[in-house]
């Protein structure tokens, strides 16, 4: 493997340049993202009192920033290195974390998710 695939420099994105397509690495981003949607989105199941959707908010909010951090980022700066994929990977298995903390959060216990939600907010 050449240096250049270990570390390369973040390339900008200008307006005018074409469309850039999503790669196989973003999308496995977005499908662990699901999950944890999904986690966060269970604690409506039988309660819809005013405190639970505020919980829900709240959660929903806190995956919602990192998916959004990540995609600006993605978005406007191009790299594809080995130091990226492995920041998107400690990311992934962070809001995987996050997913399994969720019904602990929900019963008042938020030390595993504030552990596991103090990671890197974006792979730069």
């Given at each position: 493997?050449?240096?250049?695939?270990?570390?390369?420099p973040?390339?900008?994105?200008?307006?005018?340049?074409?469309?850039?397509?999503?790669?196989?690495?973003?999308?496995?981003?977005?499908?662990?993202?699901?999950?944890?949607?999904?986690?966060?989105?269970?604690?409506?199941?039988?309660?819809l009192s005013?405190?639970?959707?505020?919980?829900?908010?709240?959660?929903?909010?806190?995956?919602?920033?990192?998916?959004?951090?990540?995609?600006?980022?993605?978005?406007?700066?191009?790299?594809?290195?080995l130091?990226?994929?492995?920041?998107?990977?400690?990311?992934?298995?962070?809001?995987?974390?996050?997913?399994?903390?969720?019904?602990?959060?929900?019963?008042?216990?938020?030390?595993g998710?504030?552990i596991?939600?103090?990671?890197?907010?974006?792979?730069?």
């Amino acid at each position: 493997m050449s240096n250049q695939s270990l570390l390369a420099p973040p390339r900008l994105l200008s307006s005018w340049q074409q469309e850039r397509h999503t790669t196989w690495l973003e999308l496995f981003y977005d499908l662990v993202l699901v999950v944890a949607v999904n986690q966060v989105s269970l604690v409506l199941i039988g309660d819809l009192s005013t405190t639970t959707i505020f919980v829900f908010l709240g959660l929903f909010l806190l995956v919602w920033w990192t998916w959004n951090n990540h995609t600006v980022y993605t978005t406007r700066f191009e790299t594809d290195d080995l130091v990226y994929r492995l920041l998107t990977f400690f990311q992934m298995f962070a809001i995987v974390g996050i997913a399994i903390e969720v019904p602990q959060a929900v019963l008042g216990h938020t030390q595993g998710l504030a552990i596991t939600y103090a990671r890197p907010a974006s792979p730069s």
